[in-house]
């Protein structure tokens, strides 16, 4: 079965454009979520979806925004860029197991993004 | 304020001997805790998780301690194989979070397994 797979993997962006990233889950899996991971450091949440509707948001301005489609893909955008935003960008899919179960996200291999 | 804390930035360890990463955490209303590995220009890769109920979850080669009174968890692995040479994450999920995936990364640990 394929993994969680992330488009593109790799983006150069200028400061102001916007971006958007795409992410297809494992198949089945319905929750997806994105992080962003700036070097040196772990990644950090931004944004849950589950069943397409936004479950869990993350400490990140408004220039930051997702969607999740019914097929489960999910597009993560953002505009007017800065160069902070350079960082490998990830997306994680999770079975569902209802809510108040815990369980594990499987990442696929993130989008690198700089921008200049 | 950093609530996942991984004090060791590096280890290295020799091929067959034991590994162990440490992880600390602030924030008391974490109930799940989890390890992954990660390779460069790879994502994350699930390793091992546990629940705050337990204080031991072990597969393979791998073991996660969990001590809540310390807020401590720790990663064995044993033995250490050269494969093994990555960041390793800890990561921890607050008891409120509902859907369960929003999950509060420290820093990392390279470890470097020598032959």
């Known amino acids: 079965d394929a993994g969680v797979t992330q488009s593109p993997t790799h983006l150069i962006k200028t400061r102001g454009q916007h971006v958007t990233l795409r992410c297809s889950p494992i198949?089945?899996?319905?929750?997806v979520s994105w992080y962003q991971q700036v070097l040196g450091q772990g990644p950090q949440f931004i944004f849950q979806?589950?069943?397409?509707?936004?479950?869990g948001r993350g400490n990140f301005p408004d220039r930051f925004s997702a969607r999740q489609f019914p097929n489960y893909s999910s597009e993560l955008n953002v505009n007017a860029l800065l160069l902070g935003d350079s960082a490998l960008y990830l997306c994680?899919?999770?079975?569902?197991?209802?809510?108040?179960?815990?369980?594990?996200?499987?990442f696929g291999q993130g989008t690198r993004l700089t921008v200049v | 304020d950093q609530q996942v804390k991984q004090n060791s930035p590096s280890l290295s360890v020799q091929e067959g001997r034991i590994s162990i990463l440490n992880c600390d955490y602030t924030?008391?209303?974490?109930?799940?805790f989890l390890w992954y590995k990660k390779y460069p220009a790879e994502g994350p890769t699930f390793l091992i998780s546990?629940?705050?109920?337990?204080d031991k979850n072990e597969d393979g080669r791998f073991t996660v301690f969990l001590n809540k009174s310390a807020k401590h968890l720790s990663l064995h692995i044993v033995p250490s194989q050269p494969g093994d040479s990555a960041v390793y994450f800890c990561?921890?999920?607050?008891?409120?979070?509902?859907?369960?995936?929003?999950?509060?990364f420290g820093p990392g640990t390279r470890l470097s397994v020598l032959p």
């Open positions: 198949s089945g899996h319905k929750s």
């Open positions: 979806y589950y069943e397409k509707e936004e479950r």
């Open positions: 924030n008391s209303m974490f109930d799940y």
């Open positions: 990561a921890a999920k607050h008891r409120v979070d509902n859907y369960g995936q929003n999950f509060v």
């Open positions: 994680a899919s999770s079975r569902d197991r209802g809510r108040f179960r815990n369980t594990e996200a499987f």
């Open positions: 546990i629940s705050s109920i337990k």
